[in-house]
């Protein structure tokens, strides 16, 4: 079945220059990039993206690792894959969340860590189910940012609006 996942380089993934890596190793799943961006994550962001975690004792430290302030990286890189079975496919490349019982092949029992802290680095986020993806995408992305209709979508006029273009 054709599916859509949120997939997030996390800031330890960017600072350690995971990128290449992480995308080589998604490249296996031999699905589509519909979307790609690099974004500054804001505290509503973070906190929306997380709000299903709002009641664990390490919500505080999740939202600042996301923002990128445990690691000076103020960034996140966001993508939408999307391909025969993506979400069961990017979640096995990606592997478990504790990344010392992830499969050590993959991205995460490969690259993460849990830090002194108790932080699980586990550099990179994949939705879960279709539901999730969903939310996600939305959360992340304007319809336009990705390049086929993966949601249905309206047209609504804002004239009001302003907006930053070149000088
Ligand atoms: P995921 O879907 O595999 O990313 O895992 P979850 O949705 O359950 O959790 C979201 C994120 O919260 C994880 O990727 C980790 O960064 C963090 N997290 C989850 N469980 C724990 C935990 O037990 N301890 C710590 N420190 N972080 C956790
Ligand atoms: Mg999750």
């Avoid at 079975?85 to 969340?97: C, M, N, Y």
């Avoid at 304007?142 to 004239?159: F, Q």
Wanted: hydrophobic content about 40%.
């Amino acid at each position: 079945m054709n599916q859509k996942t949120l997939v997030l380089i996390k800031p330890d993934g960017l600072v350690k220059s995971l990128t290449g890596n992480i995308l080589m190793r998604l490249s296996e799943s031999k699905l589509e990039i519909v979307a790609a961006k690099i974004l500054r994550v804001n505290k509503e962001l973070a906190e929306e993206h997380y709000k299903h975690m709002e009641d664990k004792p390490f919500f505080k430290e999740l939202i600042r690792y996301i923002q990128g302030e445990l690691h000076g990286r103020r960034k996140v890189m966001a993508m939408v894959y999307w391909g025969e079975d993506a979400l069961t496919k990017v979640r096995e490349l990606a592997g478990s969340t504790n990344p010392e019982e992830a499969d050590v092949t993959s991205i995460r029992g490969s690259f993460g860590r849990i830090t002194t802290k108790g932080i699980y680095e586990n550099v990179l986020h994949t939705s879960s189910d279709a539901k999730e993806a969903e939310r996600e995408i939305k959360l992340w992305f304007e319809p336009d940012e990705i390049i086929v209709d993966l949601y249905p979508t309206k047209t609504v006029s804002m004239e009001t609006q302003k907006k930053r273009v070149w000088a």
